[in-house]
């Protein structure tokens, strides 16, 4: 990307907003301009485009400049996903599945046989690149949204997503054994009679953590987290290999997975599965009562899963035991109760030195067998899932630590403290509560975000300050330097123990096993016994001069991977409520804009949109600095984190969207709206729409 900077003019790549405006950065350390969507003449998001400055200064302080396109230099895609309808002319159009983009697509060829409404992939003809309106053809067709997996596809080409296997990496993988030949074995410490077991969802089929633990004294515990050995499988360069990287994480949607693997590897030959052999790499942690970890031990390994275990089920033996658990578990339950005691050790050290925990319900759609939306339920996170997410933590340090100390070049997880922006933002929303972030030209250190939490512990807007907390933070990235993880307050981080599904992972496997190889990853951690003065091995040059590049690819396709999967969960949800309109639900105000407010309903996280016109007879202006909609003349507000009471009033499937009404807030539990107060004089409107049951399925 350049910057000309010539008579105004400057080359950055776009970045969609939300509203259909666009962001463009430049090279340089410049802040970025804003391009009106009136002003983006046919460019889309990704594309690299050339600007013109419309102002040398910003209009008001902390605005961003403003600018306008006029060229479109290259485009990151020349295809475009969307569902097709038909004017009364005959003519073909695109209604792009991005919403905000400001593009009109008339379809010139591919369109035979095509139905009004179906989702097509149609290629953009470049001639029209400059301008709003562009001509295209079809090249694929997906199908009508009501037939199930069409949204996925749409999804999926959307994102650019890969879906098929070159030819190459499926002869590559067809070519692997069914089980770890003997030889592997045989150069491994053999584990096949420690008690381990896999702990995972219901649904899932790829297993590729064991943990195991024992009592080593009446104060210390070990711990061990054993990673199928996909390294073992996929050398750096092959085919497998690049394959993993171009998709670099998996992609989980309700009804199927996109793995970065294969299923010969993801789901068979590295998966952790009961009663069969399995080659993995392992971490051993001595770890005391306090939750400190007095030594580690890292080992090349052969497993056998004693069972497989789901977090539910897990649960259940946990905190509401049966008589014939003993019977039923055996040893296993014995090893469950020692992980237990060691989880509440190290999440108990680990919250003592500020680590922030967001536990935050979010809506699994429940799918019948045709895979049709029948309800939105809030997912469980419990003592099972706390207990996998502690111990994974742990040895995604210990390995960090070890590649670090020995100047291995790794991928680290880096996580930086909140922009000062934000945590002025953030203070602000505090307020209303009777919180006060204390004031500091330096971030807030973690635990006095984890004391603000602590705070709203078991109250109302609980939900609401945890969600607040969380955007207040910054993404984290993969880096090539460790720069230390500020949520999880950890000096040192990587991803480790998900080598089936985040490149990343399979990145530190390698890093690891070199190590390995030559004696020197055993050690104890602090104390008596430490070993020191081994020397670092000799750094592998091609792979630190590629880990920028690859430390900003897995970055991308974890994002990618992430929006993807928000895009079809809202998707699924919009669609199903697209029957229940006119029901009411109770929600939460998530947002407050001058054009109206944003509202989440409360049992099945969704937002949506209350717009400012329906909030009755009066002129309503907007305190940004209060969060609040203030009636001029009544004096009625509307403010952020407000309870209310909203009805469904429309649905866009288009714009995954929510039109809602408020009908009584909780500041009185009265009727509020001035159109709901004449609809019940008016009484009971004939033909109107009778909201559906609860599970009704969409055709």
């Given at each position: 990307m350049s910057n000309r900077g010539r008579g105004g003019s400057h080359e950055g790549i776009l970045e969609p907003l939300e509203g259909g405006d666009g962001l463009v950065r430049t090279s340089d350390r410049r802040p970025p301009f804003l391009v009106p969507r009136r002003d983006l003449h046919g460019a889309i998001a990704g594309d690299l485009v050339r600007v013109e400055a419309r102002s040398r200064r910003p209009s008001a302080p902390g605005a961003l400049p403003r600018a306008a396109v006029v060229a479109v230099l290259e485009r990151r895609h020349d295809t475009l996903v969307g569902s097709v309808e038909r004017d009364d002319e005959g003519r073909w159009w695109?209604?792009?599945?991005?919403?905000?983009?400001?593009?009109?697509?008339?379809?010139?060829?591919?369109?035979?046989?095509?139905?009004?409404?179906?989702?097509?992939?149609?290629?953009?003809?470049?001639?029209g690149r400059d301008a709003g309106v562009a001509t295209g053809r079809v090249v694929e067709r997906l199908g009508p949204v009501e037939r199930p997996g069409v949204d996925v596809l749409v999804v999926l080409r959307h994102f650019g997503i890969p879906e098929e296997w070159p030819q190459r990496v499926l002869l590559e993988a067809a070519a692997l054994p069914a089980d770890p030949a003997a030889a592997d074995i045989a150069e491994r410490e053999d584990l096949r009679q420690q008690v381990t077991v896999t702990i995972d969802g219901a649904s899932a089929r790829d297993f590729d953590d064991a943990i195991s633990v024992e009592r080593v004294s009446s104060r210390l515990f070990r711990v061990g987290v054993h990673i199928a050995d996909v390294s073992h499988y996929v050398p750096p360069g092959g085919g497998l290999d690049g394959e993993a990287y171009r998709r670099g994480t998996s992609v989980y949607y309700p009804e199927r997975a996109i793995p970065m693997l294969p299923e010969r590897l993801s789901t068979e030959l590295c998966s952790l599965r009961p009663g069969v052999p399995r080659l993995a790499v392992s971490v051993f942690l001595d770890v005391d009562r306090q939750g400190r970890v007095q030594a580690r031990r890292f080992a090349t390994t052969v497993i056998r899963s004693h069972r497989r275990l789901t977090y539910d089920e897990v649960r259940r033996v946990l905190e509401e035991p049966r008589a014939g658990d003993e019977r039923e578990y055996g040893p296993v339950l014995a090893m469950l109760r020692q992980a237990r005691e060691v989880m509440q050790a190290l999440h108990l050290r680990r919250t003592e030195r500020g680590s922030l925990d967001f536990d935050l319900p979010e809506g699994d759609v429940e799918l019948d067998t045709d895979g049709y939306v029948v309800g939105i339920r809030p997912g469980q996170r419990h003592v099972a899932h706390r207990l996998i997410e502690e111990l994974m933590i742990a040895a995604n340090e210990a390995v960090a630590e070890e590649l670090l100390e020995r100047q291995q070049p790794a991928l680290f997880r880096v996580h930086h403290p909140p922009d000062p922006e934000r945590v002025d933002e953030l203070r602000t929303l505090l307020r209303p509560f009777g919180i006060d972030l204390p004031e500091s030209s330096e971030p807030p250190e973690p635990g006095a975000l984890q004391d603000v939490l602590r705070r709203v512990e078991g109250r109302p807007e609980e939900p609401f300050v945890a969600a607040?907390?969380?955007?207040?933070?910054?993404?984290?990235?993969?880096?090539?330097?460790?720069?230390?993880?500020?949520?999880?307050?950890?000096?040192?981080?990587?991803?480790?123990?998900?080598?089936?599904?985040?490149?990343?992972?399979?990145?530190?496997?390698?890093?690891?096993?070199?190590?390995?190889?030559?004696?020197?990853?055993?050690?104890?951690?602090?104390?008596?016994?430490?070993?020191?003065?081994?020397g670092p091995l000799d750094p592998a040059p091609p792979l630190a001069q590629r880990l920028p590049e690859m430390a900003e690819h897995t970055s991308a396709t974890e994002r990618r991977a992430e929006q993807s999967e928000r895009e079809l969960l809202q998707w699924k949800k919009v669609r199903f409520l697209a029957d229940r309109v006119g029901d009411r639900f109770a929600g939460r105000i998530t947002g407050v804009q001058p054009f109206g407010l944003f509202v989440q309903l409360t049992e099945l996280f969704v937002d949506g949109l209350v717009p400012v016109a329906t909030l009755g007879d009066d002129y309503f202006v907007h305190d940004p600095a209060g969060h609040r909609l203030v009636g001029s003349r009544s004096g009625r507000s509307f403010r952020l984190a407000q309870e209310v009471e909203v009805e469904l009033v429309g649905v866009s499937t288009r714009h995954r969207s929510l039109d809602l009404q408020v009908v009584a807030t909780e500041r009185d539990g009265t009727r509020e709206s001035g159109r709901e107060q004449r609809r019940a004089e008016a009484g009971p409107k004939k033909g109107r729409r009778r909201p559906a049951g609860r599970g009704r399925r969409r055709r």
């Open positions: 695109l209604l792009p599945f991005a919403s905000k983009v400001p593009l009109t697509v008339e379809l010139t060829a591919g369109v035979e046989g095509t139905g009004h409404g179906e989702f097509v992939v149609a290629r953009l003809d470049r001639r607040v907390v969380l955007r207040s933070q910054q993404r984290a990235i993969y880096h090539p330097d460790s720069a230390g993880h500020y949520a999880l307050a950890s000096e040192h981080y990587l991803h480790f123990t998900s080598p089936i599904r985040r490149y990343p992972d399979l990145v530190a496997h390698r890093q690891l096993k070199a190590l390995l190889a030559e004696g020197q990853a055993a050690k104890g951690v602090g104390g008596r016994g430490r070993r020191r003065d081994l």
